[in-house]
Antibody, heavy 118, light 109 residues
C-alpha cells in the first residue's frame, strides 16, 4: 500500500504563499482511477477538503478556496503539491495529503502543521 | 451546498456497550457515497466505512455502517477502550465535492 508524506515550511508570513509537497512511496501517482487531495484541519476543529489532482492534470477545488489554490502533480518525482496564496491567520492548520478512489480517503499522510504569523 | 450534521456531539459509554452515531445530510447523498473516519489525538483520520456500509481493509467487524438518502448511522457493536476517538462522516459528489461532518467524540468510561 502506498504511503504519503507531507513536507514544507511550518511557518508562513501573512500575505505570502503557502507551499507544501506530498511524496508518494510504495505506489505510482500515475495509477489511473486514483485522486490526490489536500485536506486541512484547523486547531481543535473539523476537516476541510481543499482540492484534488488527478494524475492526468485535471483538478477540482473547494469553491471556498478556489481563487487562492493551485494543486499540481510531478509524475517524475511521484509528488503532488499545494500552493495557497495570500494566506492569513485563518489558514493556520494541520495540512494532510490523502488518496481517494474516488469517494473516500483510504490513505493519509501524517499531517504537517502550518502556522501563519509574522 | 450540502451540509452534514452529526449527533450526538459527545457520547460517553462503557466498554462492551453499543455506540450509535448519526450523520444527517441537508440533501440526498449521491449514490450513498458516505464514509466514516476515526481520528485519535495527534493522528490522521483512518477510514472505517465507505459507500455507507462497506468496511475498509483491516477494520474490525464490530464497526458497521448503514443508511441511505439523508440519514446514515455508524454502529460500534461492542466498544473497546481503543475506540475512544472523534468520528467524522464525509460525503462525496455534491458541492463542495467532499464535505465532512463536525464529528462525534466517543469517550470510553
Amino acid at each position: 500500500q502506498a504511503q504519503l508524506q507531507e513536507s514544507g515550511p511550518g511557518l508562513v508570513k501573512p500575505s505570502q504563499t503557502l507551499s507544501l509537497t506530498c511524496t508518494v512511496s510504495g505506489g505510482s501517482i500515475s495509477s489511473g482511477g486514483y485522486y490526490w487531495s489536500w485536506i486541512r484541519q484547523h486547531p481543535g476543529k473539523g476537516l476541510e477538503w481543499i482540492g484534488y489532482m488527478y494524475y492526468s492534470g485535471s483538478s477540482h477545488y473547494n469553491p471556498s478556496l478556489k481563487s487562492r489554490v493551485t494543486i499540481s502533480v510531478d509524475t517524475s518525482k511521484n509528488q503532488f503539491s499545494l500552493k495557497l496564496s495570500s494566506v492569513t491567520a485563518a489558514d493556520t492548520a494541520v495540512y494532510y495529503c490523502a488518496h481517494s478512489s474516488p469517494d473516500a480517503f483510504d490513505i493519509w499522510g501524517q499531517g504537517t502543521v502550518v502556522t501563519v504569523s509574522s | 451546498e450540502i451540509v452534514l450534521t452529526q449527533s450526538p456531539g459527545t457520547l460517553s459509554l462503557s466498554p462492551g456497550e453499543r455506540a450509535t452515531l448519526s450523520c444527517r445530510a441537508s440533501q440526498s447523498v449521491i449514490n450513498s457515497y458516505l464514509a466514516w473516519y476515526q481520528q485519535k489525538p495527534g493522528q490522521a483520520p483512518r477510514l472505517l466505512i465507505y459507500g455507507a456500509s462497506s468496511r475498509a481493509t483491516g477494520i474490525p467487524d464490530r464497526f458497521s455502517g448503514s443508511g441511505s438518502g439523508t440519514d446514515f448511522t455508524l454502529t460500534i457493536s461492542r466498544l473497546e477502550p481503543e475506540d475512544s476517538a472523534v468520528y467524522y462522516c464525509q460525503q462525496y459528489g455534491s458541492s463542495p465535492l467532499f464535505t465532512f461532518g463536525p464529528g462525534t467524540k466517543v469517550d470510553i468510561k
